[in-house]
């Protein structure tokens, strides 16, 4: 049921904003520290963006070990919140300035509810992305570097999420991810749960709005933190500027355009 809400202090607020901050570097740290081991450990095991990385991808890809597979999840992982977080920060600001309580602590605990369901369906998309790696994986093993096919599925990669920055779904999970407060207000809960449902809801349409977008991290390089930067940089301003559904479709364009060329060289 609806509630009437009240405005959080100040005090609450800053504390959930930092507390944010401090995840978000802690996620970049690991990310820029562990991306050189990681990439080398799994050379091959991405996606090309060209003929030569096509070449040495065929070359020199090796099945998975288990450390392989946990550090892949792992990377995956820490990826997510990296990226994804401070995607999210507006909302999740939001959902702390909907909320009747006034002291830091109960503020804290709602938020990081919201924040653990919304995280959810995002480590769950990791899970996803790691299984969808180590089946690409197989199949660059099994392609001769001559065939140019590795290269051809790079460039459809692109293609599809730059289509799907046109589509209607992107805009519509845009549109809740741009204003989620009125959501909020509409199906308050009390208690732990009530703040882990609209996380987990809020989390669902983040995944409708970027899923395309976080798949070209399967890409050649997939873990080099300036690509990953220029993702997130991309993801946070659909959602954050005025502007974000014309400028994410600007980029779909530039992705088209990128991925049809790959195909045709291939």
Not at 12 to 35: E, H
Not at 127 to 153: E, K, Y
Not at 198 to 226: E, N, T
Not at 234 to 263: C, D, F, T
């Amino acid at each position: 049921m609806g509630m009437s809400m009240m405005t959080v202090p100040l005090r609450p607020k800053l504390a959930v904003a930092l507390g944010l901050t401090l995840v978000t570097a802690l996620a970049w740290l690991l990310l820029a520290g562990g991306a050189h081991t990681v990439s080398i450990a799994l050379l091959g095991q991405a996606l090309p963006v060209t003929h030569e990385h096509a070449a040495v991808s065929s070359g020199m890809a090796r099945p998975w070990t288990a450390a392989q597979w946990l550090g892949a999840l792992l990377m995956w992982l820490i990826m997510t919140v990296a990226m994804m977080l401070p995607t999210a920060a507006p909302a999740i600001l939001s959902f702390a300035d909907a909320g009747a309580e006034t002291k830091v602590r109960a503020t804290l605990r709602r938020t990081s509810a919201f924040v653990l369901g919304y995280l959810f369906v995002w480590w769950s998309f990791a899970v996803f992305a790691t299984g969808l790696q180590w089946l690409l994986s197989i199949s660059v093993r099994r392609l001769p570097a001559t065939t140019g096919m590795a290269t051809a599925l790079t460039g459809c990669l692109l293609v599809l999420a730059g289509l799907y920055q046109f589509s209607s779904l992107k805009r519509r999970c845009l549109a809740h991810c741009h204003g989620p407060l009125g959501y909020f207000r509409s199906h308050w809960r009390a208690g732990g749960l009530g703040a882990h449902q609209p996380g987990l809801r809020h989390g669902l349409h983040c995944l409708g709005c970027c899923w395309a977008l976080m798949l070209l991290m399967l890409l050649g390089g997939a873990m080099s933190v300036g690509w990953t930067a220029a993702l997130a940089g991309l993801m946070l301003a659909e959602k954050a500027l005025p502007g974000g559904l014309y400028l994410g479709r600007a980029a779909g364009l530039g992705l088209i355009g990128w991925g049809s060329v790959l195909v045709a060289l291939a």
